[in-house]
């Protein structure tokens, strides 16, 4: 599973996943015509990110990945902000428990994530009083967006793993031999 | 625990959210044009992807296909002219009565053809984002139609792109009226979170005949949409108020999930 070195360029790579991620989501209809609900990558992003990288990359990546998400949406500016930092802050506190590289912890970090972001979401919405589309449907798509996020999230780990494994140059590891302790043979 | 990074990263992202939730309206207006902005290259990028699809999809027509298609669309062109001539007549005579009776004279619409770039991300709205923006002449509120139906209407203008709110958002109620004996009028309204293709109807009277079939149209009231623009086809109906209003659920006559093409009614 993915090695979660984390560097500046990991952190602009995780920017512009997100930033793609959010445009695909606005292009791409595919999963929408098949299941009738959009599946939103940026939970999946924000999981791999709290677990992998520092404060500052999870602060980054609520904001701009939020921004970038309302300003093609009819959502009201920054309302998905917060609950992606919220998702982030939470993991991102209690990442020393979590066993971020078996699959198994991802997946469900991912299925929990992508329920809760757009959960917190219809809460600020209907908060600061506008009123979106909400019924029975909207399990159904609480539903889909949960497992298409358990899904994307292995995903994202294995992805920045393998640019991980591509582009940054690996740490020199300490080898465990020393000179002075080296036994010497003779006759 | 939380620890101090933690706290503090917390109250900078909780006092931006708030900062921007504060924004006046026209500010984050072009704060969110502005932001959207940064994905116009990649318009052209889906744009491109989608013709090379279409492209792809061509080379393997047959000729026989497309001179069938030809000879279908040739024949329809001309039944479409012998309607436009009837038409031509039966709107000017009307014009002639217009004037006779000292009524105001119904301008015929300009439209202007614009293509679906991107759609609504997440799935509470209904919107789509239109390649036509004000270097266009495109306004708020200036409606949308396909040739099948109304569509919606445009919710903010960019420079070189605009949103459209489409029919069943919570934030797009139309005037409507049923095509029936008594012409009975009401507020087209939202639809469901899963299926954009009926929306209800609500505000009719409680009196109203409505059957399965009656066709709805726009009735001209509001000042958004100019009348008889067809809407859809009423499915069925219920009492709602104690009887003392009914709600119609409606089929949408044009296919929201499949638009590609749209036209824009532009003064």
């Known amino acids: ?187 | 625990m939380l620890r101090r990074p933690h706290y503090i990263a917390l109250g900078l992202v909780v006092l931006l959210t708030l900062v921007i939730f504060n924004l006046p309206s026209r500010t984050t207006a072009r704060f969110k044009l502005g932001i959207g902005g940064l994905f116009l290259p990649l318009f052209g990028l889906a744009s491109s992807s989608q013709q090379a699809a279409l492209a792809a999809g061509d080379r393997v027509i047959s000729r026989g296909e497309l001179l069938r298609e030809i000879e279908g669309l040739r024949r329809e062109n001309q039944q479409l002219r012998i309607q436009a001539m009837q038409t031509e007549g039966a709107s000017g005579e009307n014009a002639r009565l217009r004037q006779l009776l000292g009524w105001q004279r119904q301008a015929p619409w300009k439209v202007k053809s614009a293509r679906v770039v991107l759609r609504e991300p997440s799935n509470w709205w209904r919107t789509v984002q239109i390649n036509l923006g004000s270097r266009d002449g495109l306004r708020v509120n200036q409606p949308v139609l396909t040739v099948e139906g109304l569509v919606g209407r445009v919710s903010s203008v960019g420079l070189t792109s605009s949103q459209v709110l489409l029919l069943g958002d919570p934030d797009c109620k139309v005037s409507a009226q049923v095509e029936n004996a008594t012409r009975d009028a009401g507020i087209i309204g939202t639809s469901g979170p899963l299926n954009s293709e009926f929306v209800e109807m609500g505000y009719l009277s409680g009196s109203a005949n409505l059957k399965s079939g009656h066709a709805v149209i726009t009735s001209g009231n509001g000042g958004i949409y100019p009348p008889n623009i067809r809407i859809g086809t009423v499915v069925d109906s219920r009492a709602a108020e104690y009887g003392l209003a009914t709600v119609a659920r409606v089929k949408l006559a044009a296919n929201l999930n499949a638009l590609e093409d749209v036209w824009v009614i532009v003064p």
Not at chain 1, 84 to 109: M, N, S, T, Y
């Open chain 1, 1 to 187: 599973m993915g090695d979660c070195s984390m560097n500046w360029l990991h952190a602009l790579f995780v920017l512009i996943t997100a930033f793609l991620a959010v445009f695909w989501e606005a292009a791409f209809s595919g999963v929408r015509h098949l299941v009738g609900v959009q599946i939103d990558l940026l939970p999946a992003l924000m999981v791999y990110a709290s677990l992998c990288a520092g404060i500052t990359t999870v602060v980054l990546l609520a904001v701009l990945g939020g921004l970038w998400f309302d300003s093609l949406s009819a959502n009201p500016m920054g309302v998905s902000v917060l609950p992606l930092f919220v998702i982030g802050l939470v993991i991102h506190a209690k990442r020393e428990l979590i066993l971020r590289d078996q699959g198994f912890a991802q997946a469900v970090l991912g299925f929990a994530a992508s329920a809760a972001a757009p959960v917190m979401t219809l809460l600020l919405l209907f908060t600061t009083r506008h009123t979106p589309l909400f019924g029975w449907g909207t399990l159904w798509q609480l539903a889909v967006m949960s497992a298409g996020g358990a899904v994307a999230t292995p995903i994202c780990f294995e992805f920045f793993g393998w640019l991980d494994r591509a582009l940054v140059h690996p740490r020199a590891t300490q080898t465990s031999f020393r000179a002075d302790r080296e036994i010497r043979r003779g006759r």
